[in-house]
């Protein structure tokens, strides 16, 4: 698990590491850092899908009292993989699979909560942007009850490019959504299927809905406004499996 002796710090190091291949989850840059090292550092970056966030100093310092010189690299406890990858492997596996998206989700609690449901349920992938957006940590492992050290987990820099790729490569793709044409219980989740969860406040992101071939909805008979995300997307996961012969995701 990404705990505190699970991090790189000083700049070269970072560098030594990307350029190492090691998984990183994301970096955090002091604000106002300026060197010729660091110059180089944005240099590596700008080549990869690595989250970095600018932060004052002094919540670095928090992170470690060491001479980090203002970088702080957290490393995955994961292997994260590429949906153009997974699938040709899924096909040739004989593989019906079913993929849940995550757009803009930031909760880790929801991301290893729905992750258990996704390893129970015989999920083949959970896809999440490299940005803006929930990823592989200490805290979403426990809560997934270790589901994400064994669950393909895909990050990718583009959420709707991958969409498209699925779309192409004969995916239906479902958004679940308050706008939803019609209830969940009518869709149908039988063929190769990535169902799209969005985050409890903004939802799927226009972009990514107009690429959906069905919207579809839970019905609520309460006065509170909508499902916490885990919750619905178990909803939505077992009905898929449930119109797949409760076989998992093999066909």
Not at 15 to 44: C, N, P, V, Y
Not at 64 to 93: C, M, W
Not at 129 to 136: D, G, H, L
Request: with cysteine.
């Amino acid at each position: 698990m990404t705990e505190k002796n699970e991090m790189i710090f000083g700049v070269r190091a970072v560098i030594e590491a990307i350029q190492a291949g090691k998984e990183i989850d994301k970096i955090l840059i002091k604000k106002d850092i300026q060197s010729d090292l660091a110059r180089d550092l944005f240099a590596i970056l700008k080549q990869t899908s690595i989250p970095i966030q600018r932060v004052p100093v002094e919540r670095i310092d928090r992170i470690t009292r060491k001479n980090h010189q203002g970088v702080v690299a957290f490393i995955s406890p994961v292997t994260y993989q590429h949906t153009e990858d997974l699938v040709p492997f899924l096909f040739e596996q004989g593989k019906n699979p079913l993929f849940i998206m995550l757009d803009g989700i930031t909760d880790v609690r929801n991301f290893g909560a729905i992750a258990r449901t996704c390893e129970c349920a015989g999920v083949d992938a959970i896809i999440i942007p490299s940005k803006n957006s929930v990823s592989v940590n200490a805290d979403a492992v426990k809560t997934s009850a270790g589901a994400l050290l064994t669950l393909p987990v895909c990050r990718e820099h583009n959420l709707t490019q991958t969409l498209r790729f699925l779309k192409n490569s004969g995916f239906k793709i479902v958004a679940a959504t308050e706008k939803g044409d019609y209830d969940y219980t009518k869709a149908d989740f039988s063929s190769p299927t990535c169902l799209i969860m969005g985050a409890e406040d903004k939802g799927v992101s226009y972009d990514n809905l107009a690429l959906c071939d069905e919207w579809v909805k839970i019905p609520l008979f309460g006065s509170i406004e909508s499902l916490n995300v885990s919750v619905a997307a178990g909803i939505l996961i077992y009905k898929a499996i449930e119109q797949r012969g409760f076989s998992g995701t093999q066909e």
